[in-house]
């Protein structure tokens, strides 16, 4: 490895709306080196990478690439500079055959000539070949790991001498991340530079050179992988306060809210379980474990092709959300923006949104009830907003958060699903959070929590189940809650007989 | 302190007037409003006979029939879909009732299969966009076309009289010296209007244009509901179409082509948008008057109709823009 400096990250300042995202961050990335980004969701990271590569502006500092500042302004710019970034969500053509989107993205338009659609490069051509990936196939046809090492080959082709990897491995397999790191270290070996953004830690022990923390858009240092010990670095992501982030847990009565028998699916096989009343039930597993699709489908709102589901202790068919929502099932759903917001509509309409009829007369809607219901809400869970006719999109995605909570309050659900509650909230308002949902579980609700976050799902859950591509892979339940057993279920390694899941889905 | 519990309820109600005006002139209703006024001053001026009894009455029972439609595409566009076959389904409705009573001589007959016709075409659209999930924009498309030509075949090409008296005479009748037309529209409308503001089953309409996928995740039927908008449009183009035939004595398979993108138009300048969750009957209805507005003004003034259409597109556009500076003010 050489010393020399290819991209120095210099005082960088973001802020969006009232979050800071991204507080005075400096650091240097070597040549040659593979450099993680580490930090939980929400530590800035992803800000970090869309700055780099001109997605979004910084409001202050400088990044400078190879000795001269880099003043791209957009995301082509910035690619011409000779950044290139292979992102989570994946930006090849589906239509297209390999061959074509490789070559579409190596000659710049600005050249006026006709794209040929079999030439690769030498480069991008040998990685396809190791990995047995046929440059004619088309895109869609590929799975998801496939998918990246083609965006690989492509930055490849360009020449490309640093490579950005934002969190590559969130919808792989275990083995298809095997595949990527192999590439990786091959892509070392040509002294291409690698930034490995990051929140797992096994994975960034495994491949990173150093390693760079940020915590709440602060830079908490750079350490070298070969010197360091895991427990420091998460110390470094989640800070000192973890202690207090949880609420005490309290434990269930044994009075059962929802029983799961056998439950079959689009995305989930022969899943069984039991959800009592007062507990916080916490999902563990992968990014396309099916743990979304079990309970979108339990919500009604997705498909089941065999097996019970039982509600108070009858069994019964929930066909739509609609139903779900009368049998007292509330859902939270992962994507605050796409299903659970109203962004055009204010906090008032957002808040009552699932309990009209209970806002309403018997044919008009209720006006002082539905405004007096969510000022309660507001002041139960602190919601900071200027009036409750405001607009949802001015609120910050804490504060997004609650409202969703307010809302399913309001229709007093004997059953709550949330999915990925705290995903993209700073700090402060993941503990509130995790205090209302303690709160709500004190109060008798069944808590479902579907979270990818370690910390979180083994601060919170009285009992976890971790879903492994569509099973149920281990129920933990006491000291059985630990990190390593957490692990080693979500990748689907069985440290207990099957059997014991049978016996707890009793 | 009784002095200055006064002068707090004094204070308090000049802020609650203050709220009332600035609530008033936040809202495109009221921006149009006065536009409409501004033009009837200007058009009475400029001709005396643009406020006669006579023009009047027949401008509005011939828009007021429109207004039914209107309501239509207004709640499909709430719902965030819209419907090209309006104007093919009209004429449809009336070549199917003129046909029907031509041939058999029964009134009642043929008003029931007209209605039949429209809430049909209506229904059909909607299972194509909500059932087999296509666009509305192919499906509505596709049934125009086939609207449009059934027309022809059921007409064989020609305008099919209308010889019963009774429904002419009905629809063309004043009642305390308005047209009934008018009368009929303008209870409707009102109804509509508070409906559709107030009660809880219209306001599942907007989650439902806002965010469809978000509002099914509520528990709002969504598809449901929009099949159920998309069979209303029906009726209403069922209605339309049945009272322009009797009015104009006689059903024929060219007329209200176009007459879906007016519809639009007027809907959009009256506040309403093609992003869904927006719009009000009583802006819609004034989009209405207005545009209706703008042409008999150009009779009067003397402005080739050639100009209409260059005219009522420069509105709509300026609706829109209007509408971008009004989210970016609130943004």
Request: hydrophobic residues 45%; neutral net charge.
């Amino acid at each position: 490895m050489t010393q020399d400096i290819i991209l120095s990250i210099r005082n960088i300042c973001k802020r969006f709306g009232g979050t800071q995202a991204l507080k005075d961050v400096s650091f240097d990335i070597l040549k040659g080196e593979v450099h993680a980004v580490m930090g939980e969701n929400g530590a800035g990271k992803s800000t970090l990478v869309k700055i780099i590569s001109a997605v979004v502006a910084k409001d202050t500092g400088s990044i400078i690439l190879n000795g001269e500042e880099l003043t791209a302004k957009t995301p082509q710019e910035s690619r011409a500079a000779g950044i290139n970034i292979v992102y989570q969500e994946l930006s090849l053509s589906p239509f297209l055959t390999v061959g074509e989107n490789i070559s579409a993205s190596s000659s710049p338009m600005a050249n006026f000539k006709l794209m040929n659609p079999t030439y690769l490069d030498e480069e991008a051509e040998h990685l396809l070949n190791i990995n047995n990936i046929d440059p004619k196939t088309e895109i869609r046809e590929l799975g998801v790991g496939s998918q990246q090492i083609v965006e690989i080959a492509g930055a490849l082709s360009r020449k490309c001498r640093l490579l950005i990897l934002d969190e590559p491995t969130s919808s792989l397999t275990t083995k298809e991340t095997d595949d990527l790191f192999r590439i990786i270290e091959i892509l070392k070996k040509r002294d291409v530079t690698v930034i490995y953004i990051s929140h797992k830690i096994n994975e960034v022990f495994r491949i990173a050179d150093r390693i760079s923390v940020l915590k709440d858009g602060e830079y908490m240092g750079t350490v070298e992988r070969a010197d360091t010990k895991q427990d420091t670095i998460i110390n470094l992501m989640v800070g000192r306060d973890i202690k207090d982030m949880y609420p005490t847990k309290t434990g269930a009565e044994a009075k059962c809210a929802l029983e799961v028998r056998n439950l079959s699916g689009d995305g989930f096989q022969d899943v069984s379980f039991t959800l009592y009343r007062g507990e916080i039930l916490g999902f563990a597993g992968l990014a396309g474990a099916g743990r979304t699709e079990l309970f979108t489908a339990i919500f009604g709102a997705g498909r089941i092709t065999a097996g019970k589901v039982i509600v108070d202790g009858k069994e019964e068919k929930i066909r739509n959300p609609r139903e779900a929502v009368r049998f007292g099932i509330g859902y939270l759903p992962e994507d605050r923006k796409e299903t659970g917001l109203f962004l055009e509509m204010n906090i008032i309409e957002n808040t009552v949104a699932a309990s009209i009829d209970a806002n309403s007369g018997r044919l008009f809607l209720n006006r002082s009830r539905a405004k007096k219901n969510t000022l309660d809400m507001v002041e139960r869970m602190r919601i900071k907003l200027g009036t409750i006719q405001d607009r949802i999109y001015n609120l910050s995605g804490g504060n997004q958060q609650k409202v969703l909570l307010s809302r399913w309050l309001l229709v007093n659900p004997k059953v709550l699903i949330v999915d990925e509650p705290t995903r993209g909230i700073d700090v402060g308002a993941k503990q509130e959070v995790y205090h209302i949902l303690r709160e709500l579980a004190n109060n008798d609700i069944a808590v479902v929590m579907i979270s990818s976050e370690v910390p979180e799902i083994l601060g919170m859950s009285d009992r976890i189940i971790t879903m492994y591509h569509g099973k149920v892979s281990a129920v933990l339940e006491g000291d059985e809650r630990n990190e390593n057993f957490l692990a080693q279920s979500i990748v689907g390694v069985h440290h207990k007989a099957p059997g014991h899941i049978e016996e707890s889905a009793q | 302190m009784g002095a200055n519990l006064v002068v707090e309820r004094k204070r308090d109600w000049l802020s609650m007037l203050n709220n009332l005006f600035r609530k008033i002139f936040q809202r495109r209703e009221s921006f149009i409003f006065i536009l409409i006024i501004a033009m009837m001053i200007f058009l009475s001026y400029k001709s005396p006979a643009f406020l006669s009894y006579k023009n009047f009455m027949a401008l509005v029972s011939n828009e007021a029939i429109k207004g039914f439609v209107l309501t239509g595409v207004l709640l499909l566009l709430i719902t965030r879909d819209f419907d090209l076959s309006i104007g093919s389904g009209m004429a449809l409705v009336g070549v199917v009732m003129a046909q029907i009573i031509h041939q058999t001589g029964n009134l009642g007959l043929g008003l029931l299969c007209g209605l039949l016709a429209g809430l049909v075409v209506g229904f059909i659209n909607g299972v194509l966009v909500t059932k087999l999930k296509l666009a509305s924009f192919i499906a509505t498309l596709g049934s125009m076309y086939m609207a449009r030509s059934l027309c022809n075949i059921i007409s064989v090409g020609k305008g099919v009289p209308v010889e019963n008296q009774a429904i002419i005479t009905f629809l063309n009748s004043y009642f305390l010296g308005f047209p009934v037309a008018f009368l009929v529209m303008l209870f409707f409308g009102i109804i509509m209007s508070v409906l559709l503001g107030r009660s809880k089953h219209f306001r599942r309409l907007y989650y439902t244009g806002v965010n469809e996928k978000g509002a099914m995740m509520v528990g709002i039927s969504t598809s449901k509901l929009r099949l159920l908008m998309f069979s209303f449009s029906g009726l209403m183009m069922a209605v339309a179409g049945i009272a322009y035939t009797g009015m104009l004595r006689s059903a024929v398979p060219t007329a209200f082509t176009g007459l879906e993108m007016k519809l639009i138009a007027m809907a959009v300048i009256g506040g309403s948008s093609l992003k869904g969750g927006q719009g009000s009957v009583l802006g819609a209805l004034l989009g209405l008057i207005l545009v209706t507005l703008i042409g008999n003004a150009m009779t009067i003034i003397g402005i080739s109709p050639q100009w209409e259409g260059a005219i009522l597109g420069t509105i709509l556009i300026a609706a829109a823009i209007l509408d971008i500076f009004v989210q970016k003010k609130v943004e």
